[in-house]
């Protein structure tokens, strides 16, 4: 069996709490196979406290330290296990000037996979209280699920949509699932799309506290294999080495109950999959 684990974050990300070297010595213990990794790049990010003091944007990754530090790693390992794949999260945002940013930063560098996530709207966080206040459980979702749909046409490219549900981790709501009955011409826009695009749906292991197991939920990722979408990938979104592999084994026994049968690794432009 090959344990995958490819969506984490080292301290080169503004979040992160392990080196590139800690991360690689716990997969190897871990036997991972493959670790990706994909440090944020969030250029419409400001913190609200930096927001509020009258500061500039909130500190992401240095693409050149980034990836010049992963690509002397990968060549000094070559193939030894874990592999490790140097990787990009993209934090959508519908300006154009972030776009161009990330667009160039992507042609610059060439990750070997990237992450399209949604992070920020309006410029709050959807993660933190801010983005809550005076919205309504509905509201709020649907607001993110039209922001995601838009990141389906970002200008620069990926492979994987990233942590879908994502505002649930710090929703007030009582219950804060994301439902695919209570947005499901939403969410069949969605799916539909990544399907028809070729993408990739992550199933992302850092769903603590939320109710189900990862994002997104099943009822979600079964409509998804309804449609007829089979690349799945799995990220735990470990941002230090204890995290690894969180929720991966929740992850595997929804897919199997599902009917999907591999995971799916994008892998410097081309889809290798893994069997479950």
């Given amino acids: 069996m090959f344990l995958t684990d490819i969506h984490t974050h080292t301290f080169f990300s503004p979040d992160g709490r392990a080196s590139l070297s800690e991360m690689l010595w716990a997969a190897e213990a871990l036997h991972i196979s493959h670790l990706g990794i994909c440090e944020h790049f969030d250029y419409d990010f400001l913190s609200p406290a930096h927001y509020a003091a009258g500061g500039g944007p909130f500190p992401t990754t240095d693409p050149a330290a980034y990836f010049s530090a992963a690509r ?5 390992r070559g193939e030894s296990p874990p592999l490790l794949l140097a990787g990009a999260e993209f934090g959508y945002s519908p300006d154009p000037i972030v776009q161009a940013r990330l667009k160039a930063l992507s042609e610059a560098y060439s990750p070997d996979f ?9 410029g709050a966080d959807v993660f933190f209280a801010d983005y809550f206040h005076g919205k309504s459980k509905a509201e709020a979702y649907r607001k993110y699920l039209l922001r995601l749909r838009e990141s389906l046409d970002a200008p620069y490219p990926y492979d994987i949509v990233g942590h879908i549900g994502y505002p649930v981790r710090g929703a007030p709501y009582p219950d804060r699932g994301m439902h695919y009955e209570e947005f499901s011409t939403l969410f069949d826009d969605i799916l539909k799309t990544i399907i ?3 993408k990739i749906l992550e199933i992302n292991g850092s769903a603590d506290g939320t109710g189900s197991p990862h994002l997104p939920t099943y009822d979600v990722i079964a409509r998804y294999h309804a449609l007829g979408g ?23 026994s929804t897919l199997k109950a599902i009917g999907f049968s591999f995971l799916t690794l994008p892998m410097r432009g081309e889809y290798v999959h893994i069997p479950l």
């Fill in 72 to 76: 002397k790693l990968q060549g000094e």
């Fill in 114 to 122: 990237t992450v399209n996530s949604v992070h920020i709207i309006d």
């Fill in 196 to 198: 028809e695009r070729g």
């Fill in 230 to 252: 089979r690349f799945v990938s799995f990220g735990s979104d470990a941002h230090e080495p204890s995290r690894l592999l969180a929720g991966r084994e929740a992850a595997v």
